[in-house]
T-cell receptor, first 114, second 112 residues
C-alpha cells in the first residue's frame, strides 16, 4: 500500500542547470498536485494535473517551470535554468477523482541550487 | 494580508496537556478545511478533514470550524511527545476544491 512516491529526495544543481522532479501518485489516484515550500513559509500551490492534462497552473511561475503527467509514468516537474531562489522543498500530492480536497503528500524533493 | 493566518509558535506544552491550535482566514468562499502534521524534513500528513462548519472527532484529535468567525481549531487531548511536529492548517473551495491554501504552520513541542 505505497503512498505518494517522489524522487529524488535530494537534488543539487548549479545555477543554469535543469532540475527534474518525479512523482508517482498513490495507487488508485488519478490527480496530482505540486506545491513548493520555501524556508519559513507555508506550502504554495503550483499546479494541478490529471493524466495528460494540466487543469490549473495558476501557481506556476511564468518562465522556466513546466509540469506534465503523461499517460504512462510519473508526473514530472521540470525547472529549467535553475537559480538560487528555486532552492526549496517541492512536494507532490495526489487525490482520487471527485475528492480533490483530500490530498495526500509525498516526502518531498529538496532542491538546492549552488 | 495573508489569506490564512496561523501563529508560528513555537508552542511548548507538558505531556498530557490539551493543545489548541488555530487558524483564521479571510476568504469566506473556503468550504473545505484540513489539518496536516509535518515532522521535520518529511511530507505533510493529513490528520483531519472537515467540510463547512461544525466539529469532527478522531481519537485524540478534534477539529472545529466556525465559518461565521472565519476561525478553525484543532484540539489534541492527552498530548504525547510523538505529537511534537509542525501543524499546518489548509483550506480550499474558493472556486476550486483542488487548490489548497496553507497557513505557515505552528510548531508544537510536547515535553516529558
Amino acid at each position: 500500500n505505497a503512498g505518494v512516491m517522489q524522487n529524488p529526495r535530494h537534488l543539487v544543481r548549479r545555477r543554469g542547470q535543469e532540475a527534474r522532479l518525479r512523482c508517482s501518485p498513490m495507487k488508485g489516484h488519478s490527480h496530482v498536485y505540486w506545491y513548493r515550500q520555501l524556508p519559513e513559509e507555508g506550502l504554495k500551490f503550483m499546479v494541478y494535473l490529471q493524466k495528460e492534462n494540466i487543469i490549473d497552473e495558476s501557481g506556476m511561475p511564468k518562465e522556466r517551470f513546466s509540469a506534465e503527467f503523461p499517460k504512462e509514468g510519473p508526473s514530472i516537474l521540470r525547472i529549467q535554468q535553475v537559480v538560487r531562489g528555486d532552492s526549496a522543498a517541492y512536494f507532490c500530492a495526489s487525490s482520487p477523482a471527485g475528492a480533490e480536497e483530500t490530498q495526500y503528500f509525498g516526502p518531498g524533493t529538496r532542491l538546492l541550487v549552488l | 494580508q495573508k489569506e490564512v493566518e496561523q501563529d508560528p509558535g513555537p508552542l511548548s506544552v507538558p505531556e498530557g496537556a490539551i493543545v489548541s491550535l488555530n487558524c483564521t482566514y479571510s476568504n469566506s468562499a473556503f468550504q473545505y478545511f484540513m489539518w496536516y502534521r509535518q515532522y521535520s524534513r518529511k511530507g505533510p500528513e493529513l490528520l483531519m478533514y472537515t467540510y463547512s462548519s461544525g466539529n469532527k472527532e478522531d481519537g485524540r484529535f478534534t477539529a472545529q470550524v466556525d465559518k461565521s468567525s472565519k476561525y478553525i481549531s484543532l484540539f489534541i487531548r492527552d498530548s504525547q511527545p510523538s505529537d511534537s511536529a509542525t501543524y499546518l492548517c489548509a483550506m480550499s473551495g474558493a472556486g476550486t476544491a483542488s487548490k489548497l491554501t496553507f497557513g505557515t504552520g505552528t510548531r508544537l513541542q510536547v515535553t516529558l
